[in-house]
């Protein structure tokens, strides 16, 4: 089961209701005992923070996170030259722009961060 599905069950043990029947359990039921609330309230906390981690890794670009390949860093550092922007480029190898200029400064064709956060054309020829 996935936890997005799971989730809304936990949360209504959590809110003392039975997921299938939506009927309100009884004050003697072992999930109104406050230990047992505590950890369904804590597993649901724990759930909903999995749940939004998943979702942004959803939105991410296809190559997050993936290792460079030399030919990638070739394409990159040629585009740069030409003065594509770091948008395009980010579009075109599924990567975030700011791995690209991080990629960029690892590759020497930007300054480090720190020292010019704003340079992001290519130098003059």
Do not use: C
Request: aromatic share 6%; glycine share 8%.
């Amino acid at each position: 089961m996935q936890l997005d599905s799971a989730l809304p069950i936990v949360k209504a043990l959590a809110d003392g209701v039975n997921p299938v029947t939506g009927e309100a359990y009884p004050e003697t039921s072992p999930y109104a005992e406050p230990r047992a609330l505590r950890a369904l309230f804590t597993a649901v906390d724990l759930m909903q923070r999995e749940v939004e981690k998943e979702r942004r890794r959803e939105r991410l670009p296809a190559n997050f996170g993936k290792p460079w390949s030399e030919g990638e860093d070739k394409a990159i550092a040629t585009a740069f030259e030409e003065g594509v922007g770091l948008a395009d480029m980010a579009r075109r190898h599924a990567r975030t722009q700011g791995s690209i200029r991080l990629r960029l400064e690892k590759l020497g064709k930007l300054p480090p961060s720190g020292e010019a956060r704003y340079a992001l054309t290519p130098p003059s020829a």
